[in-house]
């Protein structure tokens, strides 16, 4: 992908329909720590300064917002703010109150902060496929959770047996 933001990205799909899709870049670390966002919220609580989860740029739309990707098993589902179960034990949550459970101790174990996130209009996803933009793979938890951020693009793509030094930008070879 041309766009300078996508290039190599790694996108979690959330939600796709009729009126469009929503997703988070699951590849692009940022410079802030979990502690630097229970700050600027106003976020305390005993376990805040030893929470180790990653912040990572979900996309270029609304990069205030946050949302909680993490692994649900186990996690009581938050009884405030958004939440979206995303396929077997993975969901994610713009819950304040998730959030307030991490800062404490409580909340998930396995999880990552998302600011912004990716998103397309009717039909734009579809069209960005087509011309080849995007290359789908299954959710497959490990990815999300286990592969370090900085190699997920090539661990999705080895999924499919496609080597990333292979990969070539369709627009420059058909010119």
Known sequence: M??????????LLIDHGDEGSFGFVVNRKTDLDLQDVFTEVGVTGEAASSVDAPVLLGGPVSPESGWILYDAEGVPQPSSGKTIAVGGRISCSASIELLERLARGDGPETCAMMLGYSGWGAGQLEGEMKQGSWIPVDL???????????????AALATLGIDPARVIDS???SA
């Not at 041309?2 to 996108?11: D, G, I, Y």
């Open 171 to 173: 627009q420059i070879a």
């Open 140 to 154: 497959d938890y490990s990815l999300l959770f286990d592969t370090p951020i900085d190699e997920r693009w090539e």
């Open 2 to 11: 041309r766009c300078p933001f996508f290039n190599h990205t790694l996108v």
